[in-house]
């Protein structure tokens, strides 16, 4: 099984594509996000946060709370079926969370391994850096999470990521 990573306006033909039934929305308050109705609203966990990285007036910074959320959320996953994450643009608070997810699902991953997979999966993404650094803390990485994100820079720009997976096991 894999965390998959779209954008807003992949989500329906992605969640449709691989048969997903739970889906985490890291989005602005107020931004319309419609559920595909194959998806039950138990399954569908919506994080009102803006793409920021520290406090600006009008904005919600990615917190605790959010992070508190995420992980229970994907570790309460039965991955009977796939998991959608996705945000506005599937760069920057999805991946950010869909790295996260995938190291609080399977500890053994080298953060660097992943990261450097992350890229090669999507050239575009540019996790969060405040939520990497909310995640490392929260899951013990010792800032190892921070520095392998860091190394893999940002990713090259666009309006909207490219669809990929990441496997919640190494192999």
């Not at 138990?42 to 992980?71: K, Q, T, W």
């Not at 997979?117 to 190892?144: F, K, V, Y």
Request: hydrophobic share 45%; with cysteine; charged share 20%.
């Amino acid at each position: 099984m894999q965390i998959n990573v779209c954008s807003l306006t992949l989500l329906d033909a992605t969640v449709k594509a691989i048969g997903a039934d739970r889906i985490v929305t890291l989005i602005n308050v107020g931004t319309p996000v419609l559920r595909p109705a194959s998806v039950h609203q138990d399954n569908h966990l919506f994080l009102g946060m803006n793409d920021v990285v520290v406090a600006a007036e009008g904005e919600i910074l990615p917190g605790e709370d959010h992070l508190d959320r995420l992980l229970a959320f994907v570790t309460s996953w039965d991955k009977a079926k796939p998991l959608v994450i996705h945000c506005y643009a599937g760069v920057s608070r999805s991946t950010a969370a869909a790295y996260t997810a995938a190291l609080a699902l399977d500890p053994t991953w080298d953060e660097h391994e992943l990261a450097r997979l992350l890229r090669q999966r999507s050239p575009t993404a540019t996790p969060n850096a405040r939520i990497i650094e909310l995640a490392d803390r929260r899951l013990c990485r010792g800032g190892r999470m921070v520095d392998a994100i860091r190394s893999i820079g940002r990713g090259s720009d666009c309006f909207e990521g490219t669809p990929f997976s990441l496997p919640i096991r190494r192999t």
